[in-house]
């Protein structure tokens, strides 16, 4: 199914084609994200992935953006941890022009002084928005917990006083450090001429740059004990999220905690919507998530609660996770693997999700994961797995707890003595 080409500069370019679909996704994907970043200029790939949309040698910002959506394409991009993606969804015929347009962006930006002025004023609102909702804020104080003193446990975004800091000179020097070939992957999934695509990728690509991408800080072991933060904002509803720090992106088990996550949170039927909405009516919203990175990993829950039903949501919320370590039932667990099988090739059928899904492979673990595989995986896995995991995740004396809400100090200083 996947086609993989590596270039002779290290560019590689991994490939699904399906010359039934009259579109095609494209995304070319770089190997930096936040936890590369320095602490004073934290939130530098966030402010270049902006700043790439705003003009480059070839095209004006009006000229990128017409010529995408003048044909019923979208452009997008987006900063994550460990790398960041320009992308793509566009009708086959136009694959060419806009594999030129986002190259010439990654390649040779304009960055005008001016631009990364008024940039700088849309990141700063950008950073107030996520402070003004709490189901975003809350999460961020998770992730401080989780990754304390380091660049994991710190915003996308960055802050006020690092945005601040940054400069033209910041952005093309970082820009330069790891905008190189050996860094980027270009992802396609839909239909296309691959020849044609790796000829123009050649021809786009010529630099012939060895250098290799920096290592970053490694992510220090998590906390012995329970860690949790309250924030006392005069919100209406209270904002909780909770975490234990998981696995990485090769570690095995991987598979086994994305069952768990569907028992659990991921969907109507799981546990904890049943337990806490449906039979307490004690929350709107609560799920659970899972997070993985090069070292390191986390399993996250949250929750959007009634101002005066925190301290029984937490204690149903524990309750729930202290009773899967004695397994899901057969039935729960069929369910489970259905459903996120059925996910996951729902989301194969899409072009975007599918060199998403793609992308994201090579550019973290170099290798995607084909649907055969994953199913076997999944497959694989017995109750007792999911048993094992869950006794390994979920040990209370590792906790991670923040919460927003009208006394939120108080109520963490009460919730503090259940873990201790």
């Known amino acids: 199914m996947y086609k993989k080409i590596v270039l002779d500069n290290g560019l590689r370019i991994i490939a699904n084609k399906l010359p039934s679909r009259e579109t095609v996704s494209l995304g070319i994907w770089i190997s930096v994200g936040g936890r590369f970043e320095d602490e004073k200029f934290k939130g530098i790939s966030h402010y270049l992935e902006h700043m790439l949309f705003k003009g480059s040698k070839k095209y004006t910002c009006q000229q990128i953006k017409e010529t995408i959506e003048g044909k019923g394409g979208s452009l997008n991009g987006f900063t994550a941890e460990e790398f960041t993606c320009y992308l793509v969804k566009v009708l086959k015929e136009n694959l060419n022009e806009s594999l030129e347009i986002l190259s010439d962006m990654v390649l040779f930006p304009v960055l005008e002084e001016e631009e990364i002025k008024k940039e700088r004023t849309v990141i700063m609102e950008e950073i107030k928005m996520y402070h003004d909702l709490p189901q975003y804020y809350v999460l961020e104080i998770l992730d401080s917990l989780l990754w304390a003193d380091h660049p994991l446990g710190s915003t996308l975004t960055g802050t006020p006083e690092s945005v601040s800091a940054i400069g033209r000179k ?40 060895a250098r290799k991408n920096i290592i970053p800080l490694a992510a220090k072991e998590g906390s012995r ?24 992106r090769k570690d095995p088990r991987r598979h086994i905690l994305d069952v768990l996550h569907v028992i ?86 899409d072009v975007s999700e599918h060199m998403l899904f793609m992308g994201e492979g090579i550019v973290t673990v170099d290798k995607v994961m084909t649907l055969k595989e994953k199913r076997k995986a999944i497959e694989a896995i017995s109750a007792s797995d999911v048993k094992s995991v869950a006794k390994d995740i979920f040990d209370l004396k590792k906790i991670h707890l923040s919460l927003i809400s009208p006394d939120g100090e108080g109520k963490v200083l009460g919730l503090s003595k259940r873990f201790t």
């Not at 820009?175 to 050649?202: E, H, M, Q, T």
């Not at 004990?225 to 990485?248: C, I, M, N, W």
């Open 170 to 209: 910041e952005l093309s020097s970082y820009r330069d450090r790891f905008y190189n070939a050996p860094n980027i992957v270009i992802a396609l999934c839909g239909a296309f001429d691959l020849d044609s695509v790796v000829k123009s990728a050649k021809k786009i690509f010529t630099h012939n740059d």
């Open 264 to 349: 659990m949170g991921a969907n109507m039927s799981s546990r904890l919507f049943q337990e806490v909405r449906e039979k307490r009516g004690l929350a709107y919203s609560i799920g659970t998530a899972i997070k993985r990175f090069k070292d390191a990993g986390a399993f996250t829950v949250h929750a959007g609660v009634d101002n005066k039903k925190v301290d029984e949501c937490v204690k149903v919320v524990v309750e729930e996770l202290e009773n899967i370590k004695g397994g899901p039932t057969e039935s729960e667990l069929r369910r489970a693997k259905d459903f996120y099988l059925g996910q996951v090739i729902m989301a194969l059928e």
């Open 225 to 248: 004990v329970p860690a949790l933060k309250g924030v006392s904002k005069p919100t209406e509803q209270s904002h909780l999220a909770l975490g234990f720090r998981s696995y990485d």
